[in-house]
């Protein structure tokens, strides 16, 4: 569990884990320098439960690393990130555990989600859209259901620690959740539980530049962030490589990559007005910045996305408009 300043939903988040009916697992807490209550929360319930381990970063070191160190802190054949809102069913690791043990080629197991807003209510579809589960496809249907999703909660799912071991793990970039789940599709297949064991929280208001802003580290002088921000762009090249460094054959990375482009940069409407509004500004700002790589990357991801949007502009998105005048 990397938090910070969580005082609001840790004890309800707390709670929920310590009372899940499989009774064998460590939970390791990563506090990145609260300044609220948090600290005194949790050490509290480490001194009452000798299955959590408290630790305390110095300063801010932003989201990103936060996540990293819990998993260099764990051990176990399993593992799972908990966000400090989010609740979790008392049968959630014990089903996830037991479909993990039936298909020893699965990477990992996920629930069905229930969205709760602040109070725990329960959110309606109409009101916060699913995201598309990875669970029960083949590879390039998994690769589909990423590409073209608006939420990606299969992020908190049980993950098979080997595995997520040979991944780049949470790089520094926005959007590293996406890029971390993308490469665990590409590595085997991704089971769900068809029941609501899993309450992900959202918080009303909150945009993805403020999240953005969480990522990186804090100024130990100022208390002022990086330069992290949303970058649809960067994000888009960053899961073409993960594609191209999955252990498959280049044929099949060559398919994947196009078919994600087009669902992810084109299909997704979320994704495409993001990329829309951003236009060629990365590239220069990469290129600025010393990342060539990077900016001839974006340049690349533009040379395609473009006409495949004419393309659909032109021919499909007509044709989805007629139909449903019909």
Not at 303 to 324: D, N
Request: charged letters at 25%.
């Amino acid at each position: 569990m990397p938090l910070y300043n969580a005082e609001r939903y840790v004890r309800e988040a707390l709670d929920a884990l310590l009372a899940q009916d499989y009774r064998n697992f460590e939970l390791i807490i990563s506090d990145n320098a609260s300044t609220d209550a948090t600290e005194s929360i949790c050490r509290d319930y480490a001194a009452r439960d000798a299955r959590i381990r408290y630790h305390r970063a110095e300063s801010n070191m932003g989201a990103v690393w936060n996540f990293r160190r819990v998993f260099e802190l764990a051990g176990g054949e399993y593992f799972m990130w908990a966000a400090f809102d989010d609740l979790r069913a008392p049968e959630y690791l014990t089903r996830c555990v037991a479909e993990l043990e039936s298909h020893p080629a699965a990477v990992m197991c996920c629930t069905d989600v229930r969205v709760i807003d602040e109070a725990g209510r329960e959110v309606g579809e109409s009101d916060f859209p699913r995201g598309i589960r990875m669970g029960g496809h083949d590879l390039g249907g998994r690769v589909r259901a990423i590409s073209r999703s608006l939420y990606w909660y299969d992020f908190y799912g049980l993950m098979r620690r080997r595995v997520l071991a040979a991944t780049r793990l949470p790089q520094p970039s926005w959007g590293f959740d996406v890029i971390l789940m993308l490469e665990m599709s590409l590595r085997g297949e991704v089971l769900l539980v068809p029941e609501k064991l899993f309450s992900y929280r959202i918080i009303k208001g909150k945009t993805g530049e403020q999240a953005a802003a969480t990522l990186a580290p804090a100024s130990s002088s100022t208390g002022a962030r990086g330069p992290m921000s949303v970058n649809w762009g960067r994000l888009t090249v960053e899961l073409c490589r993960s594609i191209w460094l999955a252990p498959l054959r280049w044929l099949e990375k060559l398919s994947l990559t196009l078919q994600f482009l087009v669902d992810f940069c084109v299909r997704n409407p979320l994704v495409r007005m993001g990329l829309y509004r951003e236009g060629l500004s990365g590239v220069g700002a990469a290129w600025r910045g010393g990342q060539y790589g990077l900016s001839l990357g974006l340049l690349a991801v533009a040379a395609v996305v473009v006409p495949l949007e004419a393309i659909y502009s032109a021919l499909v998105r007509p044709l989805r408009y007629r139909h449903a005048k019909t």
